[in-house]
Every structure is written in structure tokens, then in C-alpha cells.
């Protein structure tokens, strides 16, 4: 299966703490994405990182991807409790019609 | 502007019926796609439409899935003789671009409960 995995399932974090998320897959990709989910609500687009891409930043979040290990890691720093939600990596293959979605890590922020 | 809508936002139905989800894209977007989401789990693809080509159904379940897209725009994802299995949150995502190269916009979803 070209799905995707992250690590951990669950994360328990202060406010102001720094989270980390990271993310591996099976197959060669177009591109990684990070989506965010609040509970009951749908999927939000975090960023997106081509293959060719190794770190890309956006506001309080940083992407890196690394190919040859086939992983990813998603950073937020100085969280807060409004970041309170699950987040998911998606990967897309070159000529894909869809993209595979994780099981996603759930996290938690405390205030 | 309008986001992706999907309707209804809950559906209980009792196993053997058939049901009808809607799926209002973003006004343009050519790349429409349903997603089903168990509880806790990650989605599931079922279907993917683009623009007037044929759909890739490579990922619905089983016969009783079927999902019409009407003049490039609103899509229905149809389950027949639904089963407790069934039992999950619908999603409809849209994208402008062809493919997986843009992100996708979701909607909030339906949540079908079979009984």
C-alpha cells in the first residue's frame, strides 16, 4: 500500500512546547502534503513539499522530506491549544488520481 | 468565498436502504473526489472525477457504491442495500488542478450510521 504512516498515534503537549510529527511511506512520490482535521470537520490543507523539496516552512510550521528514507517530519513550534486537532500526511505518485492518507497522530495541546 | 458542501451532514438509515450523499464543489474546480473515514482511522479513496474524462472508481468496496458527477459540478455518492459496515463519515474533497499536484479542499463530511 503507497499509504502513508505517522508517528506517534498520539501526542500530549504543553502549550508553548514544540510537537513533532513524522511521517513515512512506501513509494516514489510527487509530492508529501500535511492536512490538519478538528474533530467532526473535514480535512485542511497544512503545506505541501514536491519530491525535489527537502524543508519548506509556513508560519509556525516546518515540512522536511527526506526521499531516500521515504519519511517526513512535520514541526510545530510554540503550540498552542488552539492546535489541538489530528494531522495527517498524504502522498501523492507521479500520475496519481489521489492522494493516500495516514491513520494520522492525534495531538494535544494542554494550556 | 463558498467552500466544498456536503449534504446531508448526518444520515442514520436502517441496513438494507439506500442512501444519497451530495457533494457541492468549489465553484471551477475541475477534480472532484469522495474519501470515507472510519472512526479513528485514516481515509479511504473511493472515487475521483476530472473534469468529462471517465472516473477512476478503483477504490469503491463493493457493487452496491456508485457516485454520478452531473455537468462538471455536484456529485452524489449513492450506497445501495447499505450495511453496518457502511457505517463511517463520507468526505468530498475538490481541487483546480488535475491530479494530486494542488492541494485538495474538503468539506465537513456526512456521517452515515447504519442501524
Redesign the interface.
Known amino acids: 500500500s503507497q499509504?502513508g504512516e505517522e508517528d506517534p498515534q498520539a501526542l500530549s503537549i504543553q502549550e508553548g512546547e514544540n510537537a513533532t510529527m513524522n511521517c513515512s511511506y512506501k513509494t516514489s512520490i510527487?509530492?508529501l502534503?500535511w492536512?490538519r482535521q478538528n474533530s467532526?470537520?473535514?480535512?485542511?490543507?497544512l503545506i505541501?513539499i514536491r519530491s525535489n523539496e527537502r524543508e519548506k516552512h509556513s508560519g509556525r510550521l516546518r515540512v522536511t522530506l527526506d526521499t531516500s528514507k521515504k519519511s517526513s517530519s512535520l514541526l510545530i513550534t510554540a503550540s498552542r491549544a488552539a492546535d489541538t486537532a489530528s494531522y495527517?500526511c498524504?502522498t501523492?505518485?507521479t500520475?496519481?488520481?489521489?492522494?493516500?492518507?495516514?491513520?494520522?497522530t492525534r495531538l494535544t495541546v494542554i494550556p | 468565498g463558498a467552500g466544498v458542501s456536503q449534504s446531508p451532514s448526518n444520515k442514520v438509515t436502517e441496513k438494507g436502504k439506500d442512501v444519497e450523499l451530495r457533494c457541492d464543489p468549489i465553484s471551477g474546480h475541475t477534480a472532484l473526489y469522495w474519501y470515507r473515514q472510519s472512526l479513528g482511522q485514516g481515509l479511504e479513496f473511493l472515487i475521483y472525477f476530472q473534469g468529462n474524462s471517465a472516473p477512476d472508481k478503483s477504490g469503491l468496496p463493493s457493487d452496491r457504491f456508485s457516485a454520478e458527477r452531473t455537468g462538471g459540478s455536484v456529485s452524489t455518492l449513492t450506497i445501495q442495500r447499505t450495511q453496518q459496515e457502511d457505517s463511517a463519515v463520507y468526505l468530498c474533497a475538490s481541487s483546480p488542478l488535475k491530479g494530486v499536484g494542488s492541494p485538495l479542499h474538503f468539506g465537513n463530511g456526512t456521517r452515515l450510521t447504519v442501524t
Open positions: 499509504q510527487n509530492n502534503q492536512y467532526g470537520r473535514g480535512l485542511v490543507h505541501l495527517f498524504a501523492g505518485g500520475g496519481a488520481n489521489n492522494l493516500f492518507f495516514g491513520t494520522g
